[in-house]
């Protein structure tokens, strides 16, 4: 059973940064990639960033240059870095992997994790 764990949450003051990790266990089939999604109050969840195993990363407008994914393979671990964040950055944060070489993937989400901008 493939289980994504995340951590590094929680509150920071306009301006600061935080770290997001997850860890994704229970399958010994290929990655794809993984990445990070949020979700704020009555908005849809929209993405954040991935990165596939080889390396290739994807940013949405609102956080490029402000934050940066990295992945470490042996692990199965992603990470997000984010810097300069602000109000808008408040939201649940969502890990996310897809399995497999080609579509359809296998998709799995993380159960989420709070992030609050505010002073």
């Known amino acids: 059973q493939v289980q994504l764990v995340e951590s590094g949450g929680g509150l920071v003051q306009p301006g600061g940064s935080l770290r997001l990790s997850c860890t994704a266990t229970g399958s010994n089939d290929e990655i794809h990639d993984m990445g990070w999604y949020r979700q704020a109050p009555g908005k849809q969840r929209e993405l954040v960033a991935t990165i596939t195993r080889d390396g290739g990363e994807n940013y949405s407008n609102s956080v490029k240059g402000r934050f940066i994914i990295s992945g470490d393979n042996a692990k199965n671990t992603v990470y997000l870095q984010m810097n300069s964040l602000n109000s808008e950055d408040t939201a649940v944060y969502y890990c996310?992997?897809?399995?497999?070489?080609?579509?359809?993937?296998?998709?799995?989400w993380g159960q989420g994790t709070q992030v609050t901008v505010s002073s």
């Open positions: 996310n992997v897809r399995y497999g070489y080609f579509p359809p993937y296998q998709v799995y």
